[in-house]
């Protein structure tokens, strides 16, 4: 197995999507799908810059599908590529982690009987953001006339959607290609320019067409004589952080452009694989067992990790499939906060710092949306896009085919606990880095404003303060009371909330009450605080998920466990059904044991961890990497393996074609904490680092970094003990093992 590969080799049409997604390209300002240049139906071409959404009439915004530059047609002798028709030998495809350079290799016997050796790379440069290069080397067996056409392709859609206004095409006395078109609501600018340069002499051609303007080259060529293409393209936008309002975004995408094509693929690459090899040195994680399976899914994660977050800008989060496809539109959920930060928080603060920012800056949108509700403070989007769009949660849900009507979609409404899960990243992004600067910018803002929501949000019933009609993360049910996960996060918001008051200076209280008003504040969290209602254990020890849970009718869970395709129970029932039916899409309990670890004792966790397994048909790919690090905190470190390992399979296991409209960035960083803070037992707790690791059994040794504070350290276990190594900063006492000690 080559843990450092996504591999293939095999060409199967029917893989092309899922591969196109698991090895995407990006940067984290921008992302490629990773296409093929031909063309084939069961392709998904996808480029997208990180925060360029846009809104259809009547629909959510979007992530926009950008004008394609990895579209590239091969003729030889008047025959063109096709992988399906003509034979094809020495088929290999492979994304290299290490570098993020992807390179196809075939040779390829067209049914006129010319046969090619032609090796494709491609790359996005993670140094020059906004630069894709490509590079295509074509061998003939035979003396051959090829034509070759490559540009940039404008018809680009999602799923049918056009995002965009007429295209400006050029043609450049340089050589370039260019295009630039407006999105139609967001009016955001985007820019495409591209640079064919061939080796051998070339009849050099430009053909446009509507929106699209492609470069064409005939080459006459001798057997055995390489034919060498490279293909330079770049993208800009006006939403490019810096970019003015005298800028253009035209001249922008020429000069990066210019740039690139200057130095040739070789020197660009060279400069991306000495930045993807800093990273690695320095970020790697290494797992050793018997399957070397598991080492490629750790690099599989921390490359995703890596180019999912716009590492220099705050005004975008991570979506849910970051931009590796169409898939829940580009949106960002609480799959952030809760799955992906942590990795970032331990590893790269300053990114963790700046997704955050980016929620503070959805404060405003969020306090409209509360008010819109009859709510006071903020009721932060189910899903966010840009940072002024608002809720973009669709209304409307899928499609009721027995009716034609659309189903309405209560998420944006009801799912709630998205304001208490950005208050407890706030609260462990500041616990791990101790960052008092953020907390004034942001945090104590961002923590008050949700606990101000609460107290609107909350009702009085039963002589008590409840949370009604709610959907919890186990999204099988719908309109619940007292969900115990959003009850319990809910008042940790609002405990979170009283600390900060008691605790802030007269001065910082009256630079915060410009922007929200605290006056009277303490006494009406006491008052919550006080009286929220929390579900606590019934008399067979059990916490019930929400308000009568216990006694809804049980399943026969075997047969929709274990299963490759996601939402399999749906074949059988309707969603009213399972709303009534004690079965959990993913648990809460489990979930709330994971983010608030010291509410119960490990009996009581332990007992309410095998009662929600059992009935728990792990049917979203938030599941399984939550249910392994509880495992590990329990002590049960084969099961916590059993479901790491399938936590792993994902996105990278061979049967699954859930990942064709994108990867699963929550799973991914689900990855990380499963690792991290399930085997290596890392966390910060109050004022220290706690270092608790495991190793299963099958698991040799595990090495991974963790900052803490502004220290670096490398955390090592294997069969002889623990290790905890400082790379760089400050000497600072951690609690290893439960001892206290200095690194
Ligand atoms: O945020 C999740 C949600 O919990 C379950 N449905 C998918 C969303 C995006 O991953």
Known sequence: ??????????????????????????????????????????????????????????????????????????????????????????????????????????????KNGVELEIEFRRFVSFVKKHIVAEKVVIKPLQDVTLAVRSGIDGKMTNSGVQHFGPTMLRAYPDGRIGLCAETLQSKVCVGVQSLLKCCANANYSVQTERRGVFACMLIHTKAGEPVVLEKISAYASSRDLGFAQADSVEENCGKYLCEAAGLGYDAVFAENAANWGKFWSENAITIECGNPFYQKAVNFALYHLRIMANHEDNRMGIGAKAMSGEGYKGHSFWDTEIFILPHYIYNVPETARKLLEYRCQLLDTSREKAKGYGYSGAMYPWEGAWVDDGETCPRLGDMDL??????????????????????????????????????????????????????????????????????????????IDNNAYTNYMAHFNLCLARDILANISDGFRQELNKKINTDGMESRLADVIGRLYLPVPDKDGIIPQFDGFRDLKELDYGKYKNLEKVGTIFGDYSFEEINKMRVCKQADLVMLFYTLRNLFDKETVKNNFAYYENCTLHDSSLSLCIHSLMASRLNMPELAFELFGKCCEVDLGENTDNSDSGIHSASIGGIWLALAMGFGGVRAEEDDLIIEPILPQGIKSYSLPITYRGTKYRLNMDESGTRLKRISGEPQTVILNGKTVKV
């Open 1 to 110: 197995m080559k843990i450092w590969e996504i591999f293939e080799t095999e060409f199967s049409a029917n893989k092309l999507r899922k591969y196109e997604s698991i090895a995407c390209q990006g940067n984290g300002y921008m992302c490629v799908r990773n296409t093929l240049g031909e063309d084939y139906v069961q392709s998904q071409r996808n480029v997208f810059i990180n925060g360029v959404f846009n809104a259809p009439e009547g629909e959510a915004a979007e992530l926009a599908s950008l004008p394609d530059v990895t579209n590239f047609e091969i003729a030889a002798n008047g025959e063109r590529l096709d992988m399906q028709a003509g034979e094809i030998g020495n088929y290999s495809r492979a994304l290299d982690m290490r570098s993020g350079e992807t390179v196809r290799c075939l040779n390829w016997s067209g």
């Open 402 to 479: 027995g009716t034609g009507e659309r189903r309405v979609n209560w998420m944006g409404e009801k799912e709630i606990h998205i304001g208490a899960d950005i208050a407890y990243a706030v609260w462990h992004y500041y616990s791990a880095t101790g960052d008092k600067d953020f907390m004034k910018e942001c945090g104590c803002e961002m923590i008050l404003s949700v606990a101000e929501f609460w107290m609107s949000r909350v009702a009085e019933r039963n002589g008590r303060y409840e949370i009604l009609d709610v959907i919890g993360p186990d999204e099988y049910k719908d309109g």
